[in-house]
């Protein structure tokens, strides 16, 4: 196979490669970034020797399918913070939306085996806390957010180059991910890297809002079988049914520390935060038989592991986040 991996210098995306090299070692991976603010070309150092990257934007890479005969497109390639959603809208669309058209009529032009668009559970809005449903792949999109309508205009893109023009594609939505490599401005890795500094834990007014959460490499098997396993032009929900509110998270990574919890800040509510997120995955195991095998607790104590013995690492990019969690004025609304 000659794989062509999208946003592959971002947290998911370097997960993904690393995975499909050692899985698949004897294809050919493209692994393509423009190296936004979020993306981190060390994070592909270990596999540097097996892939070809490519420094570019999505919405010029029809040259690269065609030099590269990319049977397989994957696309993480996506801006994705909610917080910098609110302060800059616009490179939201223009990356998202835009981006994922381009990347569309490229591939539709050299005619890719397989189209897979990595998509979040944000787009189908946010449930009640005390609502007993979860979201399925029928639920309506109601996105809440320009980060969550960004991704909803990029899934319905493909979605209509699928029926249109015949391009064979399937998309999958995510529960909250967490892990190795994830940029310092998404919560679990920004409350691990401020302890680690000595800084207080920035926690929302609605702290008992909740979240699912999935470890990376648990996502990084699901969109493997779908590849494999999954059916052209379906959608899959890719979950672990694991859920914890930011409260319980932020005391979670204090106690694994051995800190006190007298370090969790109450900051201001980001505007359009949104309140609980809960996937059903039932399609996707049901299909694929995939499931998740990485307990949250497990996961987590690693995850904090490797932020700590990889301060290199993180310690250089906490200049490069463009938002304080902190800092939400009536201006941002």
């Known amino acids: 196979m000659r794989i062509l991996v999208t946003g592959a210098a971002g947290f998911i995306g370097t997960n993904f490669v690393h995975h499909w090299v050692s899985r698949h070692p004897d294809d050919h991976v493209v692994a393509l970034d423009a190296l936004t603010y979020a993306g981190n070309l060390s994070n592909l150092d270990p596999v540097r020797d097996r892939v070809t990257f490519a420094h570019a934007d999505i919405a010029d890479a029809g040259d690269l399918l065609r030099e590269h005969r990319i049977d397989v497109i994957v696309n993480f390639a996506a801006e994705s913070h909610n917080s910098l959603a609110v302060l800059d809208p616009e490179r939201f669309f223009k990356t998202n939306v835009l981006g994922t058209q381009k990347l569309l009529e490229a591939a539709r032009r050299v005619g890719v085996a397989r189209f897979h668009h990595v998509s979040t559970c944000e787009v189908y809005g946010d449930l009640a806390l005390d609502d007993p449903r979860a979201f399925t792949e029928e639920s309506p999109y109601r996105p809440r957010t320009p980060y969550n309508a960004s991704k909803a205009g990029a899934d319905h893109a493909v979605r209509a180059y699928h029926e249109t023009f015949g391009l064979p594609a399937t998309i999958s939505n995510c529960a909250n991910n967490y892990g190795p490599y994830q940029f310092p401005e998404k919560v679990i890795p920004l409350f691990i890297t401020r302890v680690l500094c000595g800084l207080p834990l920035p926690v929302y007014e609605s702290s008992a809002n909740r979240r699912e959460w999935l470890h990376v490499s648990d996502h990084c098997t699901a969109i493997e079988q779908v590849l494999l396993h999954g059916r052209v032009g379906e959608t899959y929900n890719v979950g672990s049914g694991f859920e914890v509110s ?25 505007p359009g935060h949104d309140r609980r997120y809960l996937l059903d995955s039932t399609k996707l195991r049901t299909e694929t038989g995939w499931s998740p095998v990485i307990d949250f607790d497990a996961g987590l104590a690693a995850t904090i592991s490797w932020y700590r013995s990889n301060r290199d690492w993180w310690a250089p990019l906490l200049e490069r986040s463009l938002v304080k969690e902190h800092a939400w004025t009536a201006s941002s609304r």
């Open 246 to 270: 930011v409260a319980a998270l932020a005391e979670c990574i204090l106690d694994h520390l051995g800190l006190p919890r007298t370090l969790i800040e109450t900051v201001p509510d980001r």
